[in-house]
């Protein structure tokens, strides 16, 4: 199959190289032409998946209309707050009604729209949209490591063939018709990994980090069921599976915000020091305005977006939470 991939990010990176290694034609597409030039001249991304290098069938390009050629199947891995100027983009080179999965995990700000939701606003005609979604880390795949996730789409049978088509003994995919909770928890687990962070930051030992994961857990699950998942969508790779990953590993960039966060840096200094995309951030404000919205309770993210607008001290932060009034689960 011949795919293009939006985004030269570390997981695009590593998707892209996953599929070139196991007999697809991949093209990588990056509105920085400086990066796209210097990636298909070295073979490698050093900026954000240094160490891995780019299979002879990938090729990397600064012209959306060059990465298109040909392409059979769109992989939208921007920064969600880059999705709908990518889709835009897309659709003025011929590109709208190509299949399109994308396999970045937030809601778009302001609107609250999930990441699949912005895509067929601007492609209303487009009946082959999805997300794929799951555990998974970008140095792991690149490096073959196994892995499981999700694609989901409202078109069921599509991506159905889909899965069986791309799956691989190193990703293996499950198709789901449940594209909210896929979406949804996808998104709202950033948000929970910088709480874990912030709790281990500040010691408070591993039955607290236990509990915040249930928790939150609960709290995505509320939020997803409410937006028109299905429950046990929640206890599954797209829900519990991304949570532990995001919530534990060390790679895991929004852990390591909460865990910058606990040693008194400002989130300023923190993102700097990462200097990668770390969606949880972004995805605070709007979980907590989504939580409004459908009138549930989120705590966890609550107290998050206090701690971001300096409403409420990382020392009071956990210490809030335990504080709560005694309820029933």
């Avoid at 979604?133 to 499981?148: I, V």
């Amino acid at each position: 199959m011949n795919i293009t991939v939006l985004g030269t990010g570390a997981w695009g990176s590593a998707l892209a190289i996953h599929f070139a290694l196991h007999g697809h034609r991949v093209a990588m597409w990056s509105h920085n032409a400086e990066h796209a030039r210097a990636m298909q001249k070295i073979r490698e991304n050093q900026r954000y998946l240094p160490g891995f290098r780019l299979p002879e069938n990938l090729s990397v390009h600064a012209d959306i209309g060059e990465a298109l050629e040909g392409s059979e199947l769109v992989l939208a891995v921007t920064p969600v707050v880059g999705l709908r100027g990518s889709i835009e983009l897309l659709k003025q080179h011929g590109g709208g009604r190509l299949p399109i999965l994308t396999a970045c995990k937030g809601f778009e700000l302001d609107s609250g729209r999930l990441t699949f939701e912005v895509v067929k606003e601007v492609l209303p005609d487009n009946d082959k949209i999805g997300v794929l979604s799951g555990p998974s880390f970008a140095q792991e795949l690149a490096k073959q490591l196994p892995c499981a996730v999700c694609l989901a789409s409202e078109n069921f049978e599509w991506v159905k063939t889909l899965a069986a088509e791309l799956n691989t003994n190193v990703m293996r995919l499950y198709a789901n018709d449940d594209v909210i909770g896929v979406a949804v928890g996808g998104a709202v687990k950033n948000v929970m990994a910088i709480a874990t962070g912030l709790c281990d930051g500040l010691d408070c030992g591993l039955n607290a980090r236990a509990a915040l994961v249930t928790r939150g857990l609960a709290e995505i699950t509320r939020l997803a069921v409410a937006m028109g998942a299905q429950q046990k969508t929640m206890m599954g790779l797209a829900g519990m599976g991304d949570l532990i990953l995001t919530c534990t590993g060390a790679l895991s960039r929004n852990r390591k915000v909460g865990l910058g966060l606990a040693e008194g840096k400002s989130l300023h200094q923190v993102l700097k020091e990462i200097g990668h995309v770390a969606e949880g951030v972004p995805t605070i404000e709007e979980v907590h305005n989504a939580a409004y919205r459908h009138q549930i309770e989120m705590p966890i993210t609550a107290m998050l977006y206090q701690l971001v607008r300096n409403e409420l001290s990382v020392s009071d932060a956990v210490s809030r939470l335990m504080q709560r009034e005694p309820t029933s689960e």
